[in-house]
């Protein structure tokens, strides 16, 4: 693991799911990345999984083999953020979503990363203005919210922040179209439009499997095959992790009303630790996958 690089680059702080996919696609699309976490382990396992996909999508034909190994060539990983963001030009959380956590971390940011680094969160739900509050300069931070997984994903969701300008998020806009994405620009809002959208589909699919409506699968079968969704919204659930959508939905029942409060399927599941894939258990049994 190398924790010195020269020149400018993308720091991306946090190894886990969307973190490694970002700075997957960041180092992919030319970027001198460096991945931070605070453990070492994580760290391991974060960059295992950009080797892993990068070696799956050559033998697709999707990534040529020296586009991988160039990638792998401009990807470093640290656990000294401090460091790694010093001379950083774009720094990316993607901390577990704590308020006070990221709030923590942009204080942190604010003493660490040079003025002129753009400060991007990788919020789904958070409001951005007020993690933005913890700087000193409000200006430069902007929600940038990726979708899992990142590598394939083709969506970035940029957020303005009260404070944020316009320079921030044409910044964000064109690092995401170097990325390969499709950029979107939303108001600060709960859930903004792409958390709101999609959670109040997988409630009201959880609602009717509450009710009995119908199975799961045909629940799902009745959005991909009826609507063209690419995926149903209760195996979207089991993707993502009941307890993010849990998080998601208390923060938005909080924010906009009782039509997002958590259904009591989704708190059983959640109080189960039956959380999705990543459980083995959800919606569907994965083990059985």
């Known amino acids: 693991m190398q924790e010195r690089i020269e020149g400018p680059r993308v ?10 996919g970002i700075a997957h696609v960041a180092a992919l ?44 060539a401009r990807l470093h990983g640290s656990l000294d953020l401090d460091a790694s963001v010093a001379n950083a030009e774009i720094v990316i959380e993607a901390v577990p979503e704590s308020l006070g956590l ?20 990788n919020t789904s739900s958070l ?37 944020t300008s316009n320079a921030s998020v044409l910044r964000a806009k064109a690092f995401g179209e170097r990325l390969g994405k499709t950029c979107i620009v939303v108001r600060d809002t709960p859930g903004f439009a792409t958390s709101r959208l999609g959670l109040a589909l997988g409630l009201e699919a959880m609602r009717m499997l509450e009710d009995g ?8 079968t009745a959005l991909t095959l009826g609507y063209r ?41 959640v109080s189960e630790g039956k959380l999705g894939k990543k459980a083995g258990q959800g919606f569907y049994d994965w083990g059985a996958s």
């Not at 702080?13 to 973190?19: E, F, H, K, P, V």
């Not at 974060?46 to 990638?71: E, H, P, Y």
């Open 29 to 72: 699309s030319g970027f001198a990345t460096v991945l931070v976490d605070v453990d070492a382990e994580p760290l391991e396992r974060g960059l295992a999984a950009i080797r892993r996909n990068l070696d799956q999508g050559v033998q697709k034909g999707k990534v040529t083999a020296l586009d991988r190994d160039q990638a792998l």
């Open 102 to 121: 990221k709030k923590s971390l942009f204080e942190r940011l604010d003493r660490a990363a040079p003025l002129g680094a753009l400060l991007g969160t």
């Open 127 to 163: 409001p951005v203005s007020e993690i933005a509050s913890a700087s000193k300069r409000p200006e430069r931070v902007v929600g940038m919210h990726f979708f899992n997984p990142v590598h394939i994903m083709d969506l970035l969701e940029i957020i303005e922040g009260e404070h």
């Open 229 to 269: 969704h690419p995926i149903g919204p209760l195996r979207l659930t089991d993707l993502v992790g009941l307890d993010v959508r849990l998080a998601i939905a208390e923060h938005l029942a909080r924010t906009l009303g009782d039509r997002f409060e958590p259904p009591r399927i989704l708190r059983k599941l």
């Open 11 to 20: 720091v991306v702080i946090g190894a886990g799911t969307m973190g490694h």
């Open 213 to 220: 409506v119908a199975s799961a699968e045909d629940i799902d």
